[in-house]
């Protein structure tokens, strides 16, 4: 096995001859009209189904949660449901070494394995997502390198995705696909795609047909038109307005003195401003060329049911008018339609889950 310190200094040697064999292949035009005043962007067209399911969270952190192997009667249920779509968010920790980047064990990969191969078998379709990665987590504890800065995470973070594509290599679109990061929060542009660029080569010089997703930044908030080229899948969120969606939330510092939520809510957020803000920005990149599926959404269970219930209404609604697919956070838990704990819904009991009927008839409707 490589060594630390030979594995960062090969690569990075490789990315920094790729860099400066394209600075010397740039020569002036020899007149104005020999260079265009803008290079025409080319992008890749790109096609995928109205997917719309739940994220499964067994492998989501070693720190507090996730530690669970995955269960084939989500697929089971969600497939009898009329769903066909699990997000899985990952933590790179449970087959790699965050002090050698160039470890992966094997055995680590096995309940992964065995997540794909579920949805393979009950015709669920498979996102493969790093949450946490080398050198980037939105949820503590921080990582030591900084994948914006760092150039040792960035080739990290491509080594893991590499080995990932050449892992899965084959396996149609249609049953998996990769996304790369979770809610990228407020990084300069230029910083995330030529990150973004770097996790893209790695994955399709192993299996170059394979579809990757890609969050937008702010949060998965805004999206990035310098993506467009690689012809990468955009996802979004649909946690709008946040002191709806997280209201008494534990981990979010000062929501349990938030006012009771309302929806529409007293702060101005309704269907129309939902659309005008967190919609129409992502409409005008897929007229780009883009696509678009919203990667997470739900309301903790502190929020009223009879609040939660016409949000998310309009909210599945607005997006299946744009033909976006969506996965919702999560399935079985404090977001989800299933053994979500709340105290003001009467449940039912179905095949061992506490199901939430009125919600997942919306969720059906959408």
């Given amino acids: 096995m490589l060594t630390r310190r030979e594995f960062v200094a090969g690569l990075g040697a490789g990315v920094v001859a ?12 020899t007149t104005p009209a020999a260079m265009p005043a803008t290079r025409p962007i080319v992008v890749p067209k790109i096609t995928i189904p109205r997917w719309r399911g739940f994220n499964l969270l067994e492998r989501f952190s070693t720190e ?17 449901w009329g769903f066909d779509f699990v997000r899985i968010p990952m933590d790179y920790r449970f087959w790699g070494n965050p002090e050698n980047y160039t470890e992966i064990r094997e055995a680590g990969l096995t309940p992964i394995d065995a ?34 800065k760092d150039e040792e995470a960035v080739i990290g973070s491509a080594h ?8 899965y290599a084959g396996r149609p679109n249609s049953e998996l696909s990769f996304n790369l990061f979770n809610e990228p929060s407020h990084i300069p542009e230029v910083d995330y795609v030529r990150v973004c660029t ?20 702010d ?16 996802s979004t969120r649909g946690y709008t307005p946040f002191m709806l969606s997280h209201y008494k939330a534990g981990w979010v510092k000062g929501s349990d003195t938030w006012g009771a939520p309302t929806w529409p809510s007293a702060d101005g957020w309704n269907a129309a401003r939902l659309k005008s803000e967190r919609i129409d ?26 609040v939660v219930l016409p949000w998310l209404k309009d909210s599945v609604s607005l997006w ?43 969720l059906q409707a959408g």
């Fill in 115 to 148: 997540v794909v191969e579920l949805g393979r078998k009950h015709g669920v379709h498979v996102c493969l997502n790093f949450h946490r990665t080398p050198g980037y987590c939105v949820n503590p504890p921080k990582e030591t390198k900084d994948l914006w």
């Fill in 198 to 217: 770097k996790m893209v080569e790695a994955i399709r010089t192993q299996d170059k047909e394979r579809l990757v997703m890609v969050d937008g930044l």
């Fill in 64 to 80: 507090w949660m996730g530690k669970e192997p995955f269960q084939e009667k989500d697929f089971e249920v969600m497939r009898e």
């Fill in 160 to 167: 893991h995705w590499g080995a990932f594509a050449k892992r």
């Fill in 18 to 29: 790729g860099a400066v064999g394209k600075a010397a292949g740039q020569t002036a035009p």
């Fill in 281 to 306: 920005p992502f409409v005008r990149i897929e007229a780009k060329g883009s696509r678009v599926i919203v990667g997470e959404f739900g309301a903790f269970n502190k929020t009223p049911h009879d």
């Fill in 219 to 234: 949060y998965g908030g805004t999206p990035v038109e310098g993506l467009l080229e690689l012809g990468v899948v955009q």
């Fill in 320 to 362: 299946k008018a744009q033909g976006w697919g969506w996965a919702m956070w999560n399935f079985r838990g404090a977001f989800g339609v299933a053994d979500s704990e709340r105290t003001d819904v009467k449940y039912e009991d179905y095949k061992g889950l506490k199901v939430d009927r009125a919600m997942l008839e919306v």
